[in-house]
């Protein structure tokens, strides 16, 4: 299998593959952003909107008797996560790497209603289809850092990737829907998910908040997707995102971890002491998985003082932002409610 994807260049006359194309390389490290949900640093999603050289190696057939030069191609993608990016020749794809710590599915919580609610829609495609409906969803994640979004999504698209599908990511709405299209005509049936991070922060240029708002509802009739999105702040989320129906059908609160989920997180790494495993339950209490495991990575792997280390993330610890009085809850739901 080819390590390319795929450029199109969008014209009037022609609708097909030509041009430059991305050499994929999933074997060369990429720098992670330790601030990004996905993990996927800025700079990879800064370079795939910039295009990149390709050895060309076959002729594509155009109309009109031309012909002109472009890479190896492939019928289907390899099951991954792709930055969406665009050069003057139209959208491609380019491989993002996903290093992570071993996911774990907490037992109780809201990432695990996540995850659950995820599957269920995946589960649904037929009748989605009997009643006439896009199979598509959008489940949006809110609550401070540290609360548990990134290990959700990250469970999200490990489940997708097992099961053949894509994930899609990028810093530029205005090249999705192109994107959509791209992947439409190819792959027709290819479970997506799409990760719009941090999207109060997207909602702010008038041009990507109206495509962003026309790719929630649907408009692309982009069939068998799941979009994603998240935000720290949900305050500054308007009412036609979080009341409108169908723009997301789940709204959930990452909560911090109980302290059941964090005794089902710390066991892993200090099982054979209780005495300690009981007090690190306890001390950790109001801190995310991310800070737990920064206490773990200090103190056990790097040796640093237990208490110093417990302190400075307790001081660091971001705390959410104040609710206004006149900012209602927007229909925002705990698992709990959820559940219910």
């Given at each position: 299998?080819?390590?390319?994807?795929?450029?199109?260049?969008?014209?009037?006359?022609?609708?097909?593959?030509?041009?430059?194309?991305?050499?994929?390389?999933?074997?060369?490290?990429?720098?992670?952003?330790?601030?990004?949900?996905?993990?996927?640093?800025?700079?990879?999603?800064?370079?795939?909107?910039?295009?990149?050289?390709?050895?060309?190696?076959?002729?594509?057939?155009?109309?009109?008797?031309?012909?002109a030069p472009c890479g190896t191609t492939i019928s289907k993608l390899p099951a991954a996560i792709y930055v969406v990016g665009s050069d003057n020749n139209g959208p491609f794809?380019?491989?993002?790497?996903?290093?992570?710590?071993?996911?774990?599915?907490?037992?109780?919580?809201?990432?695990?209603?996540?995850?659950?609610?995820?599957?269920?829609?995946?589960?649904?495609?037929?009748?989605?289809?009997?009643?006439?409906?896009?199979?598509?969803?959008?489940?949006?994640?809110?609550?401070?850092?540290?609360?548990?979004?990134?290990?959700?999504?990250?469970?999200?698209?490990?489940?997708?990737?097992?099961?053949?599908?894509?994930?899609?990511?990028?810093?530029?709405?205005?090249?999705?829907?192109?994107?959509?299209?791209?992947?439409?005509?190819?792959?027709?049936?290819?479970?997506?998910?799409?990760?719009?991070?941090?999207?109060?922060?997207?909602?702010r240029e008038p041009e990507d908040s109206t495509i962003l708002l026309a790719m929630l509802d649907g408009e692309h009739q982009t069939d068998n997707i799941l979009q994603i999105?998240?935000?720290?702040?949900?305050?500054?989320?308007?009412?036609?995102?979080?009341?409108?129906?169908?723009?997301?059908?789940?709204?959930?609160?990452?909560?911090?971890?109980?302290?059941?989920?964090?005794?089902?997180?710390?066991?892993?790494?200090?099982?054979?002491?209780?005495?300690?495993?009981?007090?690190?339950?306890?001390?950790?209490?109001?801190?995310?998985?991310?800070?737990?495991?920064?206490?773990?990575?200090?103190?056990?792997?790097?040796?640093?003082?237990?208490?110093?280390?417990?302190?400075?993330?307790?001081?660091?610890?971001?705390?959410?932002p104040k609710r206004k009085a006149d900012v209602t809850d927007f229909g925002f739901k705990s698992p709990e409610e959820i559940r219910r």
């Amino acid at each position: 299998m080819s390590k390319k994807t795929y450029d199109q260049l969008w014209s009037d006359d022609l609708y097909g593959l030509e041009g430059k194309q991305a050499q994929l390389s999933p074997d060369q490290p990429q720098a992670q952003d330790p601030n990004s949900v996905t993990g996927v640093s800025s700079a990879v999603i800064r370079r795939a909107a910039a295009g990149r050289d390709f050895p060309i190696s076959q002729w594509i057939v155009k109309s009109g008797g031309r012909y002109a030069p472009c890479g190896t191609t492939i019928s289907k993608l390899p099951a991954a996560i792709y930055v969406v990016g665009s050069d003057n020749n139209g959208p491609f794809l380019e491989v993002a790497r996903f290093p992570t710590d071993e996911l774990l599915r907490f037992p109780d919580g809201p990432i695990q209603t996540v995850v659950d609610r995820a599957e269920r829609f995946w589960k649904s495609k037929e009748k989605y289809e009997a009643l006439g409906l896009l199979h598509k969803t959008g489940i949006l994640l809110y609550g401070p850092a540290g609360c548990g979004k990134s290990s959700a999504i990250k469970l999200l698209i490990q489940d997708l990737i097992k099961r053949g599908g894509i994930v899609l990511i990028t810093d530029r709405p205005r090249f999705m829907p192109m994107a959509f299209r791209m992947i439409r005509d190819i792959e027709k049936e290819r479970p997506i998910v799409n990760i719009i991070e941090d999207i109060d922060d997207k909602m702010r240029e008038p041009e990507d908040s109206t495509i962003l708002l026309a790719m929630l509802d649907g408009e692309h009739q982009t069939d068998n997707i799941l979009q994603i999105a998240t935000t720290n702040y949900p305050e500054r989320l308007e009412e036609r995102i979080t009341q409108r129906p169908g723009r997301f059908d789940l709204i959930v609160r990452m909560e911090l971890p109980s302290e059941g989920s964090r005794e089902f997180y710390l066991q892993r790494f200090l099982n054979s002491d209780r005495k300690r495993l009981d007090k690190w339950v306890k001390d950790t209490n109001g801190l995310g998985v991310s800070h737990m495991r920064e206490l773990v990575a200090s103190v056990e792997g790097l040796g640093l003082d237990y208490d110093e280390t417990l302190a400075r993330l307790k001081l660091n610890k971001k705390k959410p932002p104040k609710r206004k009085a006149d900012v209602t809850d927007f229909g925002f739901k705990s698992p709990e409610e959820i559940r219910r």
